[in-house]
């Protein structure tokens, strides 16, 4: 469909005037129906990737959790080796570290001497005064 519209004539910022005449406009809808479907399937396709790449995302996610606890118990572990390179040499050089060893694991007292133990008391027994 073609319509014609005429112009009036307007003045320019430099103050030249614009002969006034007929100008051929023709309307499209398919233009602008064109558009929009270009930009729905842009907005479909985004959708799509982000659907697509949405499980890859959460077990990236997971992975990264399990890494931090993993490398949480890796540091537990290096403070307990670190606990126990330090007991071991004590008990390579201190004999007394020993003797305390043998009297705490063992019960072994020297010559004359009296053990007492002490035992925790039970939580789950009631006592009645």
Do not use: C
Not at 17 to 33: E, R, T
Not at 100 to 118: C, D, H, M, N
């Amino acid at each position: 469909m073609t319509a014609k519209y005429a112009i009036n004539s307007d003045l320019l910022t430099n103050g030249a005037v614009i002969n006034s005449g007929l100008m051929n406009v023709a309307f499209n809808p398919w233009d602008k129906l064109t558009r929009v479907v270009i930009f729905l399937l842009f907005i479909a396709a985004l959708l799509g990737v982000a659907i697509w790449y949405l499980p890859l995302i959460q077990q990236n996610e997971r992975y990264r959790k399990q890494i931090l606890r993993y490398d949480a118990r890796i540091h537990k572990e290096e403070e307990t080796a670190k606990q126990l390179r330090s007991s071991i040499e004590a008990l390579r050089r201190d004999p007394k570290a020993i003797e305390r060893l043998a009297r705490e694991t063992l019960g072994y007292a020297k010559p004359g001497e009296t053990v007492i133990r002490f035992e925790t008391p039970s939580t789950n027994a009631l006592r009645h005064f």
